[in-house]
């Protein structure tokens, strides 16, 4: 099997106990590398590492050389964009067409990143005050703690490493321990553009002796954590240890509504897209769907038949449509919350179980589950896998109450033709991101998260360098004559 060792201080080292641990293929359910495991210890070194370049060798490094670094990080993935995706999808059980195009696109977040680098900005401010000059500056957080989740790990790891090293911050990577092998590989990748010592840091472990550790640990000045909503709990917990600056992009359960005057085949597409693709297994997945009275039936006979024909299969094949879900807990939560949306009422168009036919890996049908209301488990969840809870809708007024009743708001969509209905649907909805007439888009300039208990704090764009800088005012006395008595208030 594969071995992965830790990335610390500008070395590939395995944990200071030796513990490892197995990552499993999801499509064989057979492990296929093993990680090391860290430690508290390790942590340490980690962030110690990190703590030292960012006070060290990497604070002397100018914008510039800062953009260089980060282009030269692009150029790697681009370079090895295949590879990178072989080992993504061995590990998550993503569909190798989409982890190769990923890791090449992604490449587009670092030059991104390396083009604004040396255009961070500070102000001069009309002061109410006599003989002073006075203006801002943007410096960096500091240390950066970022934890990774399994999924869409490439692009989830660019919108947090690439901002925070054009602004000169130093970072550790937490991978997450259910497939970590990709970023350990991408490890292997950064080893080679020559950064200073300790600048990033690639760990993975489990709960207690690495992420809480981690989080709370007194030299970590930001941490930008994309995961669950219950694990975000323990982690802004954890920041109260020092009182860090904290970016949570967590989950969602994100609405999409189709009005009667939509184009049905683009819309049809959009909720493919948006459900099934990546087996589900997105934060903005659009798994409550909301269909107007006069299109509901035509509709949900269409995207019944198209979720039928997705054609599943081993991952790595070109022909296959949908691989398998990445862990066997995700399986068999949502087997349990479809069950228990039958047993309250739900209605099962399609799916519901697992694929006869294929004997290995950790494989689920497409699912559609029509709902009389979206309270039912399975409609009012993020189960994180291929399952889409359709509803009816009458008019305007109700879908907006509708896709506004749950408590995340990270991703919306809107199907119609009627710029009105576009705009007031798209203002309305309290979401961060709306896909209007499309779905399941990114871009580097773009910034990405969410509204309610989808998190708080933006990544991609610029808003993400504002994340991981803090704004430093200067006053500079420019009179000749010294200053006034202090005791003396005019």
Known sequence: ????????????????????????????????????????????????????????????????????????????????????????????????????????????????????????????LPIDKPDMQVFTT?????????????????????????????????????ASEAAPAPLLELAKLIDKVGLPKGVINIISGFADECSKVLTSHQKIDRIAFTGGMHTAKHIVRNSAENLSQVTLELGGKSPVAVFNDAKIDNALNGVTASIFGASGQSCIAGSRLYLQEGIYSEFLDKISTKAKNIKIGPPMNEETQMGPLATLNQLKNIQEKIDLTIQQGGKLITGGEKPKEINQGWYYKPTIIECD???????????????????????????????????????????TENNGIALRVSKAVRAGIVFVNTYRLISPIAPFGGFKNSGFGRESGMEAIKDYSNIKTTWINTATEPMGDPFIIR
Do not use: C
């Not at 989740?149 to 990577?173: D, E, F, H, R, Y």
């Open 1 to 124: 099997m594969e071995h992965y060792k830790l990335y610390i201080n500008g070395k590939f080292v395995d944990s200071t106990s030796n513990k490892t641990f197995e990552s499993i293929n999801p499509s064989t359910e057979e492990p296929w590398a093993t990680i090391a495991e860290a430690q508290s210890e390790d942590v340490n070194n980690a962030v110690e590492a990190a703590y030292n370049a960012f006070h060290g060798e990497w604070s002397l490094t100018l914008p510039n050389q800062r953009g260089q670094f980060l282009r030269a990080i692009g150029d790697q993935l681009k370079q090895n964009a295949e590879l990178l995706g072989t080992i993504e999808t061995r590990d998550t059980g993503k569909m190798f067409k989409e982890t190769k195009f990923q890791a090449n696109y992604i490449a587009e977040f670092y030059y991104y990143y390396a083009g604004l680098a040396d255009k961070i900005e500070g102000s001069t």
């Open 138 to 174: 943007r410096e960096p957080v500091g240390v950066v703690a970022a934890v990774i989740p399994w999924n869409s790990q490439q692009l989830l790891s660019a919108i947090k490493l690439a901002p925070a090293l054009a602004m000169g911050n130093t970072i550790i990577v937490k």
């Open 373 to 415: 209301h979206h309270n039912l488990p399975a409609a009012e969840n993020e189960l994180f896998g291929p399952v889409l809870s359709v509803m009816k809708f009458s008019d305007e007024k109700e879908v907006i109450k509708l896709m506004n009743d749950n408590q995340y708001g990270l991703a919306a969509g809107v199907f």
